[in-house]
Nanobody, 119 residues
């Protein structure tokens, strides 16, 4: 029902910045929460950040707090992940996901975008 498309991934050197975007299809984008996840080679998929429907509440994984910022533009049906001070350990496939019921259960997922941080 909800289609999510990530973009903005790429190759960046350690200490650099990258901004990911996730465009959502459909209506009522401003009624549900969104999250960013990542999966590194050989590891589980972990949550990176979450943002409420209005953008008023944000939470971050300990590993990215202070370096990453999640935001959304409901007029554009888009959620962003600004990544600063990138480290090689940030290398992963990054996914956006939608929590339609606002229950911390993510119902829809994007295809992912690769982020590679070189040292």
């Amino acid at each position: 029902q909800v289609r999510l498309v990530e973009s903005g991934g790429g190759l960046v050197q350690a200490g650099g910045s990258l901004r990911l975007s996730c465009a959502a299809s459909g209506r009522a984008f401003d009624s549900y929460a969104m999250g960013w996840f990542r999966q590194a080679p050989g590891k589980d998929r972990d949550i990176v950040a979450r943002i409420t429907s209005s953008g008023g509440r944000k939470v971050y994984a300990d590993s990215v707090r202070g370096r990453f910022t999640i935001s959304r533009d409901n007029a554009k049906n888009t959620v962003y992940l600004q990544m600063n001070s990138l480290k090689p350990e940030d290398t992963a496939v990054y996914y956006c996901a939608a929590d339609i019921g606002n229950t911390l259960v993510y119902n829809y997922w994007g295809q992912g975008t690769q982020v590679t941080v070189s040292s």
